[in-house]
């Protein structure tokens, strides 16, 4: 059973900032596939960003590319993203997840957290 654990959220201007963690348990970074997700009220869950294991690259979806970098910490076993220049339809329970699949699509993740809420407003 692997358990994640989400952290960082809050409430945040426009054009703002905030760094996300997930510490994962039971498993080591860089041996799975590790993705973050989001879910705003009445939508369905879309993903974020992604590191595929096989190939240890991280991509993006449209919408945040070039907001968002995720970055994985081996040390300590964590995994960050950090969101620049925050819209407010960035608003959603941010989630991290993993897969054991090296090559995931995004329905591939079944191991997830608990989320952590991020309000962008003014």
């Known amino acids: 059973q692997l358990q994640m654990k989400e952290s960082g959220g809050g409430l945040v201007q426009p054009g703002g900032s905030l760094r996300l963690s997930c510490t994962p348990s039971?498993?080591?970074?860089?041996?799975?596939?590790i993705a973050w997700f989001r879910q705003a009220p009445g939508k369905e869950r879309e993903g974020v960003a992604l590191?595929?294991?096989?190939?240890?690259?991280?991509s993006y979806k449209d919408y945040v590319k070039g907001r968002f970098t995720m970055s994985l910490d081996n040390a300590k076993n964590t995994v960050y993203l950090q969101m620049d220049s925050l819209k407010p339809e960035d608003s959603a329970v941010y989630y991290c997840?993993?897969?054991?699949?090296?090559?995931?699509?995004?329905?591939?993740?079944?191991?997830w957290g608990q989320g952590t809420q991020v309000t962008v407003s003014s």
């Open positions: 997840a993993a897969s054991r699949f090296l090559q995931p699509v995004w329905s591939d993740f079944d191991s």
């Open positions: 590191f595929t294991g096989g190939s240890a690259s991280i």
């Open positions: 039971g498993f080591k970074l860089g041996l799975y596939s």
